[in-house]
């Protein structure tokens, strides 16, 4: 059985959409962040960073528990579980995996610079929020170029668009006059299991 420890953040929303696309059984837990329960001893043993998202699966590798963070190991764990949003020719997974490791590297580190820009930092200063949101729009440029006659980033659906999607979800106004991503994300918002994942 896994246990997913999650809020509704694009990093949290990104673990449930992978384990909701991946028909894995599993269970989610709040850890509400606006109470600080992340810090908490007893999820400081689940994630001793003190962050969201975390899992634990009791069925882990040779059926030994296996308890993980980062929600980008989470997606990758998923996939490889279920055997599925990993493509099989080793081309297709290769640029699958670099369209991966920006969503969630660059694309979510820039979205969450300025979540934390406009509600964390002791300082508040519009020009840095504008920087950060520029450049999160200019990534979002660069993966509708990428979709321009493609259905997904990697061609096929894969375990990349999993990881972009709660980000532009949450960042709508960003990718505004975008049509390929915008074609991108309503193919994405139809699938029920992105469905079930953004409303955990
Ligand atoms: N790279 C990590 C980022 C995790 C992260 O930044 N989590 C945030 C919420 S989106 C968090 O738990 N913040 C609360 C804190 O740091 O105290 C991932 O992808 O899981």
Not at 28 to 56: C, F, R
Not at 139 to 158: K, P, T, V, W
Request: some cysteine.
């Amino acid at each position: 059985m896994i246990d997913l420890y999650m809020w509704g953040t694009s990093n949290g929303l990104r673990a449930s959409v992978a384990l909701a696309e991946s028909g894995l059984e599993h269970k989610i837990h709040k850890v509400d962040l606006s109470k600080g329960e992340q810090k908490k001893p007893e999820y400081l043993k689940i994630n001793p960073a003190g962050q969201i998202p975390a899992m634990t699966d009791s069925d882990g590798p040779g059926g030994k528990p296996i308890t993980l963070a980062q929600s980008g190991a989470i997606l990758l764990y998923a996939a490889e579980k279920c055997g599925k949003f990993l493509p099989q020719d080793a081309a297709t997974r290769a640029v699958a995996l670099q369209w991966l490791m920006q969503a969630c590297s660059d694309v979510a580190g820039t979205s969450g610079t300025i979540f934390a820009l406009e509600n964390v930092a002791p300082e508040m200063s519009p020009a840095d929020v504008d920087f950060f949101k520029a450049r999160l729009a200019n990534f979002f440029r660069i993966a509708d170029a990428r979709l321009a006659g493609r259905d997904f980033l990697a061609g096929e659906i894969s375990l990349a668009d999993l990881a972009l999607y709660p980000v532009v979800a949450q960042r709508k106004a960003l990718a505004e006059g975008l049509p390929n991503l915008a074609a991108w994300r309503e193919r994405m918002a139809a699938r029920p299991g992105v469905q079930k994942g953004m409303s955990a």
